[in-house]
């Protein structure tokens, strides 16, 4: 499978032969499992293929959760991820089957998605990046303010989408284009370079970029 649900270990770095320290993030991709094969023939009517990962309690999960995952031999999973593939992927798999990181090697780009760290309320220069203005010459302490944000009398409102303070991260976000540091195959450990969205033992998912570095989809 060109996708696949972790967790993220952390941050470290290996040496390349030169030397050069290379940060990188570790990512756990193992206890992938098939869940269930959706395919375009059937009363679906497309293609798709549901991940499980993880394990939990089962006084965690509901009935109906528990009777979709034992039909699928899914086991108590954690975590039940849709996704839309290619008809010959879905060749070769069925319910209940380990997945492994073949689709993954050294040097591929991938794009993991996760939810970014909560970071509470946050003023406009945080949050927005604005400029700040002048601490000097009467400000009156409001250098750090985001200034107007409406209209007198008409439309005599603030806007919707209007950039202001407000509630900072805790949202779901991309990091594309991460390249491939190192496979362990036996841990099923993932290394990519750079850093990934969220804290560590944050659940991630990661899949194979759509271009490659030599142009290839």
Same mark, same amino acid.
């Given at each position: 499978?060109?996708?696949?649900?972790?967790?993220?270990?952390?941050?470290?770095?290996?040496? /390349?032969?030169?030397?050069?320290?290379?940060?990188?993030?570790?990512l756990d991709?193992?206890?992938?499992?098939?869940?269930?094969?959706k395919k #375009?023939?059937?009363?679906?009517?497309?293609d798709?293929v549901q991940?499980?990962?993880g394990?939990?309690?089962?006084?965690?999960l509901s009935a109906?959760?528990?009777?979709?995952? #034992?039909k699928?031999?899914?086991?108590?999973?954690? /975590?039940?991820? +849709? &996704?839309?593939c290619e008809a010959?992927?879905?060749e070769?798999? !069925?319910?209940?089957?380990?997945l492994g990181?073949? #689709?993954? *090697? !050294?040097?591929?780009?991938?794009?993991?998605?996760?939810?970014?760290?909560?970071?509470?309320?946050a003023?406009?220069i945080?949050?927005h990046?604005?400029r700040?203005?002048? *601490?000097?010459h009467g400000?009156?302490?409001?250098?750090?303010?985001?200034?107007s944000?409406?209209q007198?009398?008409?439309p005599? /409102?603030?806007?919707?989408g209007?950039k202001m303070?407000?509630h900072?991260?805790?949202?779901?976000?991309?990091? /594309?284009?991460l390249?491939?540091a190192?496979?362990?195959? +036996?841990?099923k450990?993932l290394?990519?370079k750079?850093g &990934?969205?969220? *804290?560590?033992?944050?659940q991630?998912?990661?899949?194979v970029a759509?271009?490659?570095?030599n142009g290839? *989809?």
């Amino acid at each position: 499978m060109k996708t696949l649900l972790g967790v993220k270990i952390g941050m470290s770095r290996l040496f /390349r032969d030169d030397g050069v320290a290379v940060p990188v993030t570790v990512l756990d991709l193992s206890g992938n499992r098939v869940c269930q094969l959706k395919k #375009a023939d059937g009363p679906d009517g497309y293609d798709a293929v549901q991940l499980a990962h993880g394990a939990r309690k089962k006084k965690r999960l509901s009935a109906a959760a528990i009777g979709h995952r #034992a039909k699928h031999k899914a086991g108590l999973a954690r /975590r039940l991820k +849709e &996704v839309r593939c290619e008809a010959a992927e879905l060749e070769g798999l !069925e319910s209940g089957q380990e997945l492994g990181l073949d #689709a993954f *090697a !050294e040097g591929l780009l991938v794009d993991v998605i996760g939810v970014s760290k909560g970071k509470g309320f946050a003023g406009g220069i945080r949050r927005h990046n604005f400029r700040s203005g002048r *601490a000097s010459h009467g400000t009156s302490r409001a250098h750090n303010t985001v200034g107007s944000t409406g209209q007198c009398q008409d439309p005599g /409102r603030v806007f919707k989408g209007k950039k202001m303070p407000g509630h900072l991260g805790d949202r779901g976000c991309t990091v /594309r284009n991460l390249p491939i540091a190192r496979v362990d195959l +036996e841990r099923k450990l993932l290394f990519v370079k750079g850093g &990934v969205p969220g *804290a560590n033992n944050a659940q991630i998912a990661v899949r194979v970029a759509r271009i490659q570095k030599n142009g290839a *989809a």
